[in-house]
């Protein structure tokens, strides 16, 4: 079974600065799918950015961007130039690749805790 | 407008009694999902459809049950043998072709027993 631990019940940043949070997971995969999921007090999921793990290059989406270590299994979330409309809760999540979750078991999310983040103006 | 619609947004319920939670899409999506959300644990699944008229248990299945009987609906039955059902639920749901789906949210629905 995969796991996802997110380490930092809380985080707390300066409007315009850089942020990190971080992600570790546990699995026996070798390919399949890495999440950062935002729930803002709304409590709407909204997906920020996703990664595919036979993919190299790091996922970037605007302000967005991860840190993806597969050897490390560690997939970090950096908010660059932050906003006050990033205060959410960040939820990190890992999903089997199709191909390996067989019949109709895939599509599997398996969450971490979550990081509560604020942003102070 | 596209989108996921939960109802109610509220809704208590007394010890001892089932209670149904409505998740809808308009989305044409073929796969659905129901989470439940507790302070501090994050998101845990409950159960998921990937096609109408077939279901699978996720990680916390017991005390609950589903019905998939429409491609655009999926209600989550909270039966009395849940020993601890007051938390958020959120429904999910996402194409079934695309390789690593999106999964899109509804609004979710807290459950309180009372």
């Known amino acids: 079974a995969q796991t996802v631990t997110q380490s930092q019940p809380e985080m707390s940043v300066q409007e315009a600065e850089t942020v990190t949070l971080s992600c570790t997971y546990d699995?026996?995969?070798?390919?399949?799918?890495l999440f950062w999921y935002k729930q803002p007090p709304s409590r709407q999921m909204i997906l920020v950015i996703r990664?595919?793990?036979?993919?190299?290059q790091n996922a970037t989406e605007n302000r967005f961007s991860v840190n993806f270590q597969k050897a490390a299994k560690s997939f970090s979330l950096k908010i660059s130039d932050s906003q006050l409309g990033d205060t959410a809760m960040y939820f990190c999540?890992?999903?089997?690749?199709?191909?390996?979750?067989?019949?109709?078991?895939?599509?599997?999310?398996?969450f971490g805790q979550g990081t509560i983040l604020t942003v102070h103006p | 407008d596209g989108g996921i619609t939960q109802s109610p947004k509220y809704l208590f319920r007394k010890e001892g009694q089932n209670v149904t939670l409505s998740c809808e899409q308009n989305?044409?999506?073929?796969?659905m999902y129901w989470y439940r959300q507790d302070p501090g644990q994050g998101l845990r699944l409950i159960y998921y459809?990937?096609?109408?008229?077939?279901?699978q248990k996720g990680d916390i299945a017991e005390g609950y049950s589903v019905s998939r009987e429409k491609k655009e609906s999926f209600p989550l039955t909270v039966t009395s043998a849940q020993k601890n059902p007051t938390a958020f639920y959120l429904c999910?749901?996402?194409?079934?072709?695309?390789?690593?789906?999106?999964?899109?949210f509804g609004p979710g629905t807290r459950l309180t027993v009372l």
């Open positions: 459809s990937q096609i109408v008229n077939d279901f």
């Open positions: 990664q595919e793990a036979y993919k190299q």
């Open positions: 699995t026996s995969e070798n390919n399949y799918y």
């Open positions: 999910a749901s996402s194409p079934r072709q695309v390789a690593y789906n999106e999964q899109f």
């Open positions: 999540a890992f999903m089997k690749h199709p191909a390996n979750a067989g019949g109709t078991s895939y599509g599997k999310l398996t």
């Open positions: 989305l044409n999506h073929d796969a």
